[in-house]
């Protein structure tokens, strides 16, 4: 029933943006923390960025911090990543994940499709 639909991935040049969006449902949104991860082609799941159930703590992976911002918006069931000076290594199926309580933003129980995200020049 849980439900998480990425969207915003394409492609951009180096130091550009992106918005990306996940729309969730199946489950009481505002209860949960959420994360987004992403996998690179050849590599593992990487963890980018987390946010607690009410967005007041938000915490970021060291190759993103200061250039990406996760936010939400409970009242539309709704989790972007504003991605900011967007770099090559950038380049990666980025997904939107559930975690299991309020503040866990490592312990992932579900996660959407994934948007692609290209950076290139």
């Known amino acids: 029933q849980v439900q998480l639909v990425e969207s915003g991935g394409g492609l951009a040049q180096p130091g550009g943006s992106l918005r990306l969006s996940c729309a969730a449902s199946?489950?009481?949104?505002?209860?949960?923390?959420m994360s987004w991860a992403r996998q690179a082609p050849g590599k593992g799941l990487e963890w980018v960025s987390g946010?607690?159930?009410?967005?007041?703590?938000?915490i970021y992976a060291d190759s993103v911090k200061g250039r990406f911002t996760i936010s939400r918006d409970n009242a539309k069931n709704m989790l972007y990543l504003q991605m900011n000076s967007l770099k090559p290594e950038d380049t990666a199926l980025y997904y939107c994940?559930?975690?299991?309580?309020?503040?866990?933003?490592?312990?992932?129980?579900?996660w959407g499709q994934g948007t692609q995200v290209t950076v290139s020049s």
């Open positions: 946010i607690y159930s009410d967005g007041s703590e938000t």
């Open positions: 199946g489950f009481t949104f505002s209860n949960y923390a």
């Open positions: 994940t559930k975690e299991r309580g309020s503040r866990a933003v490592f312990s992932r129980d579900y």
